[in-house]
Structure formats: C-alpha cells, structure tokens
C-alpha cells in the first residue's frame, strides 16, 4: 500500500485509543503525522516512538477542538510548515451516557462543541486547499449511533446524527474536486471512551463480548485512506440493525428495547 508514503495526514484525538492506532499504521506505510490532542505529554510520548521506528516526519500539537481560536492557529501553522494536507481524520469526541433528563446543559453544550463544531472546525480549515489542489480526504468518526439511537444516549446519538448528515452533503458538494469524504461508524470500541461515557460500567459489561478492537478499527480506516469510500460500518451486523431500524423502526424499537434498555 504505497499510497501513504510521504503523503501528509493530520488525526484529532491522536493521543490514544484508534486514533492512536490510526497513527501507527499510517506510519508503517510511510506517512508524514499530525497529532492533535489535549494531551500534549502522550503525544510527544507517541511522536518520539513512531520517529524512532518509522523514517517519518511527525508533528504534534496541544489541541482542544471545541476551541476555535486555537484551530484556526494550530491549522494556519501547519499549512504553513508543511504546505498541504492530504487526509484528515476528524476522530476526537466523546460521549455522556444518561437519560435526556439527567443530562446537564454544559454536558450538552461540551458534546455539542467537540462533536460536531470542532469536527466542522477542523473540516473547514483543510476544505478551502483541499478544493484548491482537487485532492484529499476528510475522514469523519461518526458512529452506528448516528444511525441507530438507542436509550441513555440521545444527546451523544444527535451529535452524531449530526456528523453523519454534515458528511453526507459535503461529500456531494465536493465530489467535482476529486476529494473524498467517509464517514466510519463503529459500534462500542474497547477504548477508554468508556469512563467518560459509562461511569457505572452497565454498558460495558453488557456488550463486552462484542466490543471492537481498535487495532482492527483502525485497519479499516487506513486501508480505505485515498480511496473513495463512502462509509466503513463496523460491524456488519450491527449495522444490518441500522438499516431494518430505518425500514421498520416502530417494530424494531419495540422488539429492541428489552436488550437496549440493558445499556
């Protein structure tokens, strides 16, 4: 798979889970990185040990996405220290499992601005060179929950409803420029998104046995880097519900919500 090498590919929330993984195996095949994460000391940690194995250049930024001003620095520097983009990964987020009327405001508010408008963020700053140079990849972490709401996750459900229907238009609105949009969503992923999103582990120790490796997840991510892939949905059954969900969805939230209400 030569078509990374040297290539210039920029991952949001790179400092663990897939996004860390995406890291790793876009360094095996010979990519230039930009980390960025709030957490600065884990992405140093992972830029030194990718520069140490790999022949590749690596560069990390402090970043919170929901902070515009800061995007809008940190991008300006990196278009003009590396002069182009060629894939994006917009893969930071996170998520707040509670009933809608257990959910605090600043908790929507918080989801809202990392989800969604720092996914935009981040999107709008590559999109004007991207178009220019007619080449490019935007990558936007969304979620089956994007497809298919569940109980306890109707805030984190929106915001990703929302990814979805922001990557379905600009992936028409730029299909004339050669630069391709997919959206990949998974199902639960055996990361630490969990302690933020289910503090009293029910969730996790119900779908355990089906949890997703990140390694495997950040497979699918890269292989399908510089090509026109729509959507990666993982796994396939799951997103089989998704689709029967949108076919019959009085039946299905009714069948469904024994096993749903588990969560």
């Known amino acids: 798979m030569n078509r990374l090498k040297g290539k210039n590919v920029i991952i949001t929330g790179a400092s663990g889970g897939i996004g860390a993984e995406i890291a790793q195996q876009c360094a095996e095949k010979g990519a230039n990185l930009v980390l960025l994460a709030r957490s600065k000391d884990k992405l140093d940690t992972l830029k030194r040990e990718l520069e140490n194995r790999y022949s590749i250049q690596v560069k990390v930024y402090q970043l919170d996405v929901a902070n515009k001003v800061r995007v809008e620095q940190v991008f300006k520097d990196i278009f003009a220290r590396l002069g182009h983009v060629d894939v994006l990964v917009n893969n930071a987020g996170f998520g707040i499992f509670r009933e809608a009327h257990a959910v605090q405001l600043d908790e929507i508010q918080a989801m809202f601005d990392v989800n969604v408008i720092g996914l935009m963020a981040c999107t709008l700053m590559v999109l004007p060179h991207m178009r220019k140079r007619k080449s490019g990849h935007i990558i936007n972490i969304a979620s089956q929950a994007g497809k298919l709401a569940t109980p306890k996750s109707s805030v984190y459900s929106a915001t990703k409803h929302a990814v979805l229907g922001f990557s379905n238009s600009l992936r028409m609105e730029l299909a004339d420029f050669h630069v391709y949009v997919t959206t990949v969503n998974p199902g639960p992923i055996a990361t630490n998104f969990f302690q933020i999103a289910d503090e009293q582990g029910t969730y996790v120790k119900n779908v355990q046995k ?17 090509t026109p892939t729509r959507e990666i949905n993982l796994p396939r059954w799951m997103n089989a519900g998704s689709v029967i969900y949108a076919l019959f969805p009085r039946a299905f939230e009714r069948i469904g919500k024994r096993f749903f209400d588990r969560k």
């Open 210 to 226: 089906i949890m997703l490796d990140p390694k495997y997840v950040a497979e699918k991510i890269v292989a399908a880097m510089l």
